[in-house]
């Protein structure tokens, strides 16, 4: 009789079967420093490793493991990516570029001379993906001052310099290119894959306000007309973004008349508890105090803030300022969600066209440009529509503790990961 660890490991399981699936095969075909590659790899292969092991380019280096450190910073079709949290799967057809593939950009060439003069370099562990990460700040802002450009750094960490040789080291360049621009020719080939900014920017903040303070501010600001939604999901309005600040757009559509969702979503403590992880602390009129407690990793957060509501009821159109710190880890973020209610279905369903735009500082601002973040924040919206539609069936929970509110980004983004997987075997998400 064989042991019965034995025994129970010969019998077929849905984990044997999910692991056989993730670890099979996956032929990828991609351009890596102009060079087409292709090759065979496991699904769970991040493209750190692959870059290292397979290809050799031993100049990206793994840190954290985490995407915390930034140390692994490569670009991918022009944007930086966390090359240690990047499935090597997920950037077929695209365009990877590492630190060696920089050895005929100008650009690049003026950064590193001004590291080397102003010091913005020791040990060398984080210098490829710092970088990287000073080569898209010069390209996107090159009006920078330093409060941007740190802003702009706080997602690569240095354990050495204490910043200040970095920030002088790009501070020279922006100069450098304001008194010797890079010749046109050359100026082509520094610019990112996508012609079009990531972000909109106008203008950068010297400092970051309290949340208090701005959120008592928030009630004398305006903003544009919010644009009509003819999709399930819309990009971006661009005269709507603000420098610094990440938009995301998407939409959910709840199965009952206009003026009974504009009536559910002026009813703060019934929103709230359609928020995944939100709780709230106090509210009066049109103004609530609240938190939010998230798991990323090896990252955890819990946000306390303020917030505003304004509505608008003749446009069906409202807007939610707010901003909150997290003791833990010291970041700051400010954000205003607006909603846009419309008529669908001759009137028998309502779509709700959601706009979150954020601003991060400080150990968690290395996560507000990632794709995965926008992946599962599109998720969250569409969760949040499902728990509306359950609030005005009658079918919802009982309102959760505190400790069952928080909310584990870790699960949710194994969900989109996994879609992710799904849809690279060619199945519907």
């Not at 042991?3 to 010969?10: Q, T, Y």
């Not at 060398?124 to 993906?129: E, K, N, S």
């Not at 066209?353 to 440009?369: D, H, I, K």
């Not at 699960?411 to 998400?429: E, N, P, Q, T, Y």
């Given at each position: 009789?064989?042991?019965?660890?034995?025994?129970?490991?010969?019998?077929?399981?849905?984990?044997?079967?999910?692991?056989?699936?993730?670890?099979?095969?996956?032929?990828?075909?991609?351009t890596?420093?102009?060079?087409?590659?292709?090759?065979?790899?496991?699904?769970?292969?991040?493209?750190?490793?692959?870059?290292?092991?397979?290809?050799?380019?031993?100049?990206?280096?793994?840190?954290?493991?985490?995407?915390?450190?930034?140390?692994?910073?490569?670009?991918?079709?022009?944007?930086?990516?966390?090359?240690?949290?990047?499935?090597a799967?997920?950037?077929?057809?695209?365009?990877?570029?590492?630190?060696?593939?920089?050895?005929?950009?100008?650009?690049?060439?003026?950064?590193?001379?001004?590291?080397?003069?102003?010091?913005?370099?020791?040990?060398?562990?984080?210098?490829?993906?710092?970088?990287i990460?000073?080569?898209?700040?010069?390209?996107?802002?090159?009006?920078?001052?330093?409060?941007?450009?740190?802003?702009?750094?706080?997602?690569?960490?240095?354990?050495?310099?204490?910043?200040?040789?970095?920030?002088?080291?790009?501070?020279?360049?922006?100069?450098?290119?304001?008194?010797?621009?890079?010749?046109?020719?050359?100026?082509?080939?520094?610019?990112p894959?996508?012609?079009?900014?990531?972000?909109?920017?106008?203008?950068?903040?010297?400092?970051?306000?309290?949340?208090?303070?701005?959120?008592?501010?928030?009630?004398?600001?305006?903003?544009?007309?919010?644009?009509?939604?003819?999709?399930?999901?819309?990009?971006?309005?661009?005269?709507?973004?603000?420098?610094?600040?990440?938009?995301?757009?998407?939409?959910?559509?709840?199965?009952?008349?206009?003026?009974?969702?504009?009536?559910?979503?002026?009813?703060?403590?019934?929103?709230?508890?359609?928020?995944?992880?939100?709780?709230?602390?106090?509210?009066?009129?049109?103004?609530?105090?609240?938190?939010?407690?998230?798991?990323?990793?090896?990252?955890?957060?819990n946000?306390?803030?303020?917030?505003?509501?304004?509505?608008?009821?003749?446009?069906?159109?409202?807007?939610?300022?707010?901003?909150?710190?997290?003791?833990?880890?010291?970041?700051?973020?400010?954000?205003d969600?607006?909603?846009?209610?419309?008529?669908?279905?001759?009137?028998?369903?309502?779509?709700?066209?959601?706009?979150?735009?954020?601003?991060?500082?400080?150990?968690?601002?290395?996560?507000?440009?990632?794709?995965?973040?926008?992946?599962f924040?599109?998720?969250?919206?569409?969760?949040?529509?499902?728990?509306?539609?359950?609030?005005?069936?009658?079918?919802?929970?009982?309102?959760?503790?505190?400790?069952?509110?928080?909310?584990?980004?870790g699960?949710?983004?194994?969900?989109?990961?996994?879609?992710?997987?799904?849809?690279?075997?060619?199945?519907?998400?």
């Open positions: 009789m064989l042991p019965r660890w034995i025994d129970a490991w010969r019998k077929p399981s849905a984990n044997r079967r999910i692991t056989r699936i993730v670890n099979a095969m996956s032929v990828i075909e991609l890596i420093n102009d060079r087409a590659v292709r090759g065979e790899v496991e699904p769970r292969v991040h493209l750190g490793d692959f870059l290292r092991e397979t290809q050799h380019l031993t100049g990206t280096h793994l840190g954290c493991e985490h995407g915390v450190c930034g140390a692994c910073t490569v670009l991918v079709d022009g944007e930086p990516v966390r090359s240690c949290i990047t499935f799967v997920a950037c077929e057809q695209q365009d990877v570029r590492t630190i060696e593939g920089f050895d005929n950009d100008e650009l690049m060439r003026r950064i590193r001379r001004s590291f080397s003069i102003h010091h913005g370099l020791q040990c060398g562990y984080c210098t490829p993906g710092m970088l990460t000073a080569r898209d700040i010069v390209l996107r802002f090159p009006d920078a001052d330093e409060a941007r450009i740190r802003l702009e750094l706080s997602g690569n960490l240095c354990r050495c310099t204490g910043y200040m040789g970095i920030v002088a080291s790009i501070k020279a360049v922006l100069q450098d290119l304001k008194d010797n621009p890079i010749a046109a020719q050359d100026a082509c080939a520094a610019q894959r996508h012609a079009a900014p990531r972000e909109q920017v106008v203008s950068a903040p010297a400092s970051f306000q309290t949340f208090e303070a701005t959120t008592r501010d928030a009630a004398n600001l305006t903003t544009a007309p919010a644009a009509a939604v003819t999709t399930a999901r819309t990009e971006p309005a661009a005269e709507t973004q603000r420098k610094g600040w990440t938009a995301i757009d998407d939409s959910f559509v709840v199965p009952f008349p206009l003026e009974t969702v504009w009536a559910f979503m002026g009813d703060l403590p019934s929103v709230t508890a359609c928020l995944p992880g939100a709780e709230l602390l106090d509210h009066d009129g049109d103004s609530v105090k609240g938190k939010i407690a998230i798991k990323f990793g090896p990252m955890s957060a946000f306390a803030g303020a917030a505003r509501l304004e509505r608008d009821d003749a446009a069906h159109r409202a807007v939610m300022r707010g901003a909150g710190q997290d003791n833990i880890s010291r970041s700051r973020a400010n954000g969600v607006t909603y846009f209610l419309s008529q669908e279905a001759g009137g028998s369903q309502t779509r709700v066209a959601v706009t979150l735009e954020y601003m991060l500082q400080g150990p968690l601002a290395q996560f507000s440009r990632s794709g995965l973040v926008k992946d924040v599109r998720r969250m919206i569409a969760d949040f529509g499902t728990r509306i539609t359950a609030q005005l069936g009658g079918n919802a929970a009982p309102q959760a503790s505190a400790e069952q509110t928080k909310f584990n980004v699960s949710l983004v194994w969900r989109v990961i996994w879609g992710r997987i799904r849809r690279l075997f060619g199945k519907a998400d």
